[in-house]
């Protein structure tokens, strides 16, 4: 378990290192600036007499390179943090939660703890809000590099939004205890509400399925995919999916960079 949870969180990191300090994007049920040009000092002469050497390089070779230089840093630890939840107006509650994390012990291996919770509450006395008329469909189609953020309502007095946020800190990760729980699920006594999460060597799922839609959140690192999804067919329905990265840097050294730099070139060498 540890090995494969341990090959998914930096599969998370490769998926959210292209942000600088943080990122957060959100979505309810509710453009950037055009760069300037750049400048050149240089005159038509100079580019003229400029020496121009072209290297032909492969797509796989190009595609194993990282970019290295003094004042690096790499990926040390991180703790993923989802929760979706789902209020139905009859009182029934839908939760499912989960927290994976990977962090350096003092002996610096990388250990591994993943939790999860997942729970139906409430009794389905009174009317659920769902509207069997009502359609929100053809979300799961949607697939993109990245993250991916979808919301689908028919219905009236509806509240439901999707939010993700991205960190990266030098200091200290939250504690994320010694739990190894990777996947929990919960359902009411007649199976029409139902809460899930797994936490995989494939990625990450959570869903939660009621009679008024559908909320789930994936991950799925080897696509580079992070897609929050809510699908609301009815009313007074309020509906949340939320995830937190939270990513700790460490500087990297010269010998550390050194040792990259041969392992790439050990790498590509055919």
């Not at 994390?101 to 999860?116: C, E, P």
């Not at 929990?184 to 809460?195: Q, Y």
């Not at 939660?208 to 839609?213: E, I, M, R």
């Amino acid at each position: 378990m540890k090995q494969h949870l341990t090959q998914l969180g930096l599969a998370f990191c490769a998926v959210a290192f292209g942000a600088t300090g943080s990122a957060h994007a959100s979505q309810g049920i509710g453009s950037p600036a055009a760069p300037e040009a750049l400048a050149s000092s240089a005159g038509p002469r100079d580019l003229a007499s400029a020496a121009v050497k072209v290297q032909m390089v492969d797509d796989d070779v190009l595609a194993g390179q990282t970019g290295k230089y003094v004042g690096a840093t790499m990926i040390s630890g991180f703790v993923l943090n989802v929760l979706s939840q789902w209020q139905l107006p009859n009182g029934v509650n839908a939760l499912a939660q989960g927290t994976l994390g990977a962090v350096r012990n003092t002996a610096g291996q990388l250990v591994s703890t993943v939790s999860t919770l997942a729970s139906v509450t409430g009794n389905a006395h009174g009317d659920s809000g769902a509207n069997p008329n009502a359609q929100a469909n053809g979300g799961q189609s949607i697939a993109v590099n990245g993250v991916s953020q979808v919301t689908q309502v028919a219905g009236d007095s509806n509240s439901g939004f999707n939010a993700a946020t991205i960190d990266f800190t030098s200091g200290a990760l939250p504690s994320t205890g010694t739990a190894n729980a990777p996947s929990a699920a919960a359902s009411n006594s007649n199976g029409s509400v139902k809460a899930g999460i797994s936490f995989g060597s494939n990625g990450v799922q959570v869903a939660l399925q009621t009679p008024a839609g559908l909320a789930t959140q994936t991950i799925t690192p080897g696509n580079g995919q992070i897609a929050q999804l809510l699908q609301i067919a009815g009313n007074n329905q309020q509906v949340a999916n939320a995830l937190q990265l939270h990513l700790q840097t460490q500087q990297m050294s010269a010998a550390m960079l050194r040792q990259i730099g041969v392992l790439q070139a050990l790498q590509n060498r055919r």
